[in-house]
């Protein structure tokens, strides 16, 4: 069965809810998921799944230290990601708090290793943003992440 696996960083909880919408979203495909904190995730599981979403709050326009530190740790699997499917998600406390950079940052990253990202015409365009604390309309986004994500991995992993 195809897996995908959601890696997150959380401080206060905001991007943990999203990750666990997503999961959610992916459920609903019928698709094996996996919710994993970045500090307890290993570079080597990253190769376990079909589909890898990752998210973070926004820190001076970027990720978080630990999930940039599992991306710099995964440099050793550089090449085995390739044709896996990617996505990312961001929070921030404020509009304009760089969600949408700290998301095109994990996504060059993704795109690095060779992964296949999916955009979206409708919705968020590049993933999930949550300005505080998710509510209905972010919680929203979240599921339909994880379904298009799910969805996708379903095309590419067969």
């Known amino acids: 069965m195809p897996k995908v696996l959601i890696i997150y960083y959380s401080r206060t909880g905001n991007t943990e809810n999203m990750a666990k919408y997503i999961a959610e979203g992916v459920k609903e495909e019928g698709v094996e998921v996996e919710v ?10 990253l190769l376990e799944a079909d589909g890898i979403v990752m998210g973070s709050p926004t820190y001076y326009g970027t990720m978080a230290a630990e999930l940039k530190k599992l991306l710099d740790d995964s440099v050793k699997y550089h090449g085995r990601l390739d044709g896996k499917v990617g996505g990312a998600f961001a929070s921030s406390a404020q509009v304009g708090g760089g969600n949408e ?3 095109l940052d994990i996504v060059d990253a993704l ?13 968020d365009h590049y993933g999930p943003v949550s300005v505080g604390a998710p509510d209905g309309k ?5 599921r339909r992440k994880g379904r298009r994500t799910a969805q996708l991995v379903k095309k590419l992993a067969g």
Not at 36 to 45: C, F, G, N, V
Not at 114 to 119: A, I, R
Not at 138 to 142: G, K, L, Q, S, Y
């Open 101 to 103: 950079t700290t998301i």
């Open 36 to 45: 994993k904190r970045a500090e307890e995730t290993k570079p080597e599981d």
């Open 138 to 142: 972010v919680a929203e986004e979240c």
């Open 111 to 123: 795109l690095i290793h060779g992964m296949v990202v999916q955009g979206d015409p409708q919705g």
